[in-house]
């Protein structure tokens, strides 16, 4: 059963325009071959939650997930989602909008998060929970990271290093008040928000 639209309200609307005005056009994730459904979805509420507009699904070798409708249908219904079939037009989609892009890594070229400047343009490509992400990756990036950790364990859970990731983007932008400045244009900030007003 399809969810149901909720009722326009004023209160709802000035919501929606506030939100789509909080949200950062040039801060993204790449997805490559996660399977886990229940990571998938954790990473879309966060996705949601920090403001990042839209998904890439990078899926190669493994089958987008079936996601459960009631974990994952509301952090889909807002946030978009970009499908990609091979290494070339993922990366072109992402240098168009003029992304350096990150992959995660625990290897000894990776920097520590904090260390990067996420204010600018960011692509964090997040890889499959086992085998992490895919050495095609490594000569197609500007670069890779890491979040720093204290204990035994050497890694997060994929959907919560992609929380770890986005939360300093975010905090890093906040304090360069890009929060305070919509990144979409007025013309694009009207379509989205017709858009989504029918969601």
């Known amino acids: 059963m399809q969810n149901k639209r909720r009722p ?50 990078y899926y190669t070798d493994t089958a987008f997930p079936v996601l459960g409708a009631k974990s994952s249908a509301s952090a889909r219904k807002w946030v978009q989602t970009a499908r990609h079939q091979n290494m070339d037009s993922l990366m072109a989609a992402l240098k168009a909008k003029n992304m350096r892009v990150y992959a995660t890594s625990c290897t000894p070229a990776a920097k520590a998060v904090g260390d ?7 692509a964090f490509v997040m890889g499959n929970e086992h085998r992490g992400v895919d050495g095609e990756f490594l000569s197609r990036v500007d670069g890779e990271v890491y979040i720093p ?19 300093e983007a975010s905090r890093q932008r906040k304090a360069a008040g890009r929060y305070e400045r919509p990144s979409y244009s007025e013309e694009e ?11």
């Open 149 to 167: 950790m204290y204990g035994m364990i050497q890694s997060f859970n994929v959907s919560v290093a992609a929380a770890v990731l986005l939360a």
């Open 189 to 199: 900030l009207e379509a989205l928000y017709q858009e989504w007003t029918q969601k």
């Open 116 to 122: 990067l400047d996420l204010t600018e343009p960011v």
């Open 8 to 57: 326009r309200t004023p209160e709802r609307d000035a919501r929606i325009r506030r939100v789509l005005a909080l949200r950062q056009n040039d801060l993204t994730l790449v997805l490559a071959n996660i399977h886990d459904p229940h990571n998938v979805s954790a990473i879309y509420r966060s996705c949601d939650a920090f403001g990042v507009p839209l998904v890439h699904l």
